[in-house]
């Protein structure tokens, strides 16, 4: 059975820094495109960033580019996002998606909600 | 980037009734080898999202055959032929291919 579990969400002043996990099982992680998909409180869904398999491939959404890192370890089939400067508009679930093809995201998990409040 | 715009924002069904949603982007999703990568989401209340049809009309394991997808080029449908209680939630239609990948902003499902 496939699972993804999010990790690391929290409550974080505007300017600081988070670190979203994402463990994932019952597939061949290190096959896997993964993606970060958010979603507001209240409102819609919101591609973040994903990367290749083997890493050496990341797209951004503009609005994170220079702000947010994806990055994997396939030895510990975990994802993660490192998230600094962050800012109010940055509040939301996050969560964890696998991309079989396309971005036609197959498995999620659960979420994480990231709070960026003073 | 490809903007996708969703029909309607809201949309109450009477149980046992069809439901139409309709999903437009702002240039054609044809990819280069000739698919089209448009995606459809179903949220429950308080779940995460499920991917219900992949690549405009390929509905996934598990997904009643009330659910269909359809369309081409930049005009894209999901039909569910009688709503069920539930299949309340939010729906959203996906493009990828061109660029970033791009959400609907959603289709709110209830019944009336």
């Known amino acids: 059975e496939v699972q993804l579990v999010e990790s690391g969400g929290g409550l974080v002043q505007p300017g600081g820094s988070l670190r979203l996990s994402c463990a994932a099982s019952g597939f061949t992680f290190s096959n896997s495109w993964m993606t970060w998909v958010r979603q507001a409180p209240g409102k819609g869904l919101e591609w973040v960033a994903n990367i290749r398999p083997d890493g050496g491939e990341k797209s951004y959404v503009d609005s994170v580019k220079g702000r947010f890192t994806i990055s994997r370890d396939n030895a510990k089939s975990s994802l993660f996002l490192q998230m600094n400067s962050l800012r109010a508009e940055d509040t939301a679930v996050y969560y964890c998606a696998r991309d079989p093809h396309y971005s036609a995201l197959d498995y999620w998990g659960q979420g994480t909600l990231v709070t960026v409040s003073s | ?112």
């Open chain 2, 1 to 112: 980037d490809v903007v996708m715009t969703q029909s309607p924002l809201s949309l109450p069904v009477t149980l046992g009734q069809p439901a139409s949603i309709s999903c437009r982007s702002s240039q054609s999703l044809v990819y280069s080898n000739g698919n089209t990568y448009l995606h459809w989401f179903q949220q429950r209340p308080g779940q995460s999202p499920r991917r219900l049809i992949y690549e405009v009309s390929n509905r996934d394991s598990g997904v009643p055959d009330r659910f269909s997808g359809s369309g081409s080029g930049t005009d894209f449908t999901l039909k569910i032929s009688r709503v069920e209680a539930e299949d309340v939630g939010v729906y959203y239609c996906m493009a990828a291919a061109h660029g970033i990948p791009s959400f609907g902003g959603g289709t709110k499902v209830e019944i009336k």
